[in-house]
């Protein structure tokens, strides 16, 4: 079993940035990659950002290539997300979730076997 616990949601405005952290704890050896979802009520979580553990891999979503940067500390077993020049419709909740197979549909929820309680990014216009 792997843990994830994010951190570092909150209220930004638009235009600015944040940084959300998720600690992982567990068999974290078992990890083959970590990445990033968001979701907004009534709609499907969202795929956001993938970074493959060993080789530091990174795939985006379209919507937000440019503006966040994944990233990883294997010492703290710990993934970041860095959101920059975030628009209100960035506002979700953001999970942190880990897989354990590599998976061509790695912005597939589905293909997540670990997921974080998630925290909540509300941006402000």
């Known amino acids: 079993q792997v843990q994830l616990v994010e951190s570092g949601g909150g209220l930004v405005q638009a235009g600015g940035s944040l940084r959300l952290s998720c600690a992982a704890s567990?068999?974290?050896?078992?990890?083959?990659?970590m990445g990033w979802f968001r979701q907004v009520p009534g709609k499907e979580r969202e795929f956001i950002a993938i970074i493959r553990w060993t080789s530091g891999i990174t795939y985006y979503a379209d919507s937000v290539k440019g503006r966040f940067t994944i990233a990883k500390d294997n010492a703290q077993n710990t993934v970041y997300l860095q959101m920059n020049n975030v628009p209100p419709e960035d506002t979700a909740v953001y999970y942190c979730?880990?897989?354990?197979?590599?998976?061509?549909?790695?912005?597939?929820?589905?293909?997540?076997?670990?997921w974080g309680q998630g925290t909540q990014v509300s941006v402000s216009s």
């Open positions: 567990g068999r974290t050896s078992s990890t083959y990659a």
């Open positions: 979730a880990a897989s354990r197979h590599s998976s061509s549909s790695y912005d597939y929820a589905g293909s997540y076997d670990y």
